[in-house]
């Protein structure tokens, strides 16, 4: 058996992106499907769709009425989640109910706070790590309705994938770290990513979108044939 290749994959995405985890799970059963022939080294970059969400979020059928026009219907609802489910992610909600009973609305929150413990976990502990911690944001949105720009639950989040706490901590506070948000958020810019996801492999190849498993596996291919080529 060769060995695999690995291929470096910079993700711009933000956790309020239904299509941001989804086109993770495809790029999954894309890798599976290439049984090996390529690996990925994954690194999340931040993209904040909402930058100025105030601290108290907003009733996400609400925000998309007053963006634009019209607001979720339980059709469009049903067939997103039917493709998550299809991708093998499952969006269905598994968090406590209401005082009736009733699942939880769902809220859409600022992720700066977010962003900011994902940058720190990459430079900390490293990819795998970070990716552990965007997958526990992922959940914790879809999933439970958690109030993901809350410092206390990011920190319980950050607990239940295994990081440092405090450190956790300090660098929700930290204003450099924010700086550094910002500055990442303006090159993406200034390379073309205006919308999520984006994924840029070999610092190089651009697939926006969230793509089926077939796309990405003829798109990796051919990053692999491109970059041989110029070895």
């Known amino acids: 058996m060769s060995t695999p290749v690995c291929l ?6 933000d956790v309020m992106c239904p299509w941001c985890i989804i086109g993770y799970k495809q790029l999954h059963r894309a890798l599976d499907e290439l ?10 970059h931040p993209f904040e769709l909402n930058p100025d969400m105030p601290p108290e979020g907003e009733d996400m059928a609400q925000h998309i009425m007053r963006k634009y026009g019209t607001g979720p219907t339980e059709s469009a609802t049903g067939q997103l ?43 900390k ?27 206390e639950t990011l920190i319980a989040i950050a ?7 405090e450190g956790a901590a300090d660098a929700m506070r930290d204003e450099a770290l924010t700086a550094q948000i910002r500055e990442e958020e303006r090159a993406a810019m200034e390379k073309g990513i205006s919308s999520v996801p984006m994924m840029v492999v070999e610092q190089r190849f651009m697939i926006p979108g969230a793509q089926q498993p077939d796309v990405y596996v003829a798109s990796l291919r051919k990053v692999v044939a491109r970059v041989s080529d110029t070895d």
């Open 8 to 13: 470096a994959i910079d993700i711009w995405s």
């Open 35 to 44: 049984g090996g022939e390529i690996e990925a080294d994954i690194r999340w």
């Open 81 to 123: 989640r039917q493709i998550a489910a299809e991708a093998g992610y499952n969006m269905a909600y598994q968090g406590e109910t209401d005082e009736n009973g009733k699942e939880i609305p769902q809220r859409l929150w600022n992720t700066l706070n977010a962003h900011k413990l994902l940058h720190w976990t990459r430079e």
């Open 125 to 151: 502990q490293g990819n795998d790590a970070q990716t552990r911690l965007k997958l526990a944001l992922f959940d914790a949105h879809f999933q439970q309705r958690r109030n993901i720009s809350d410092p």
């Open 159 to 165: 607990k239940g994938a295994g990081l440092d706490v």
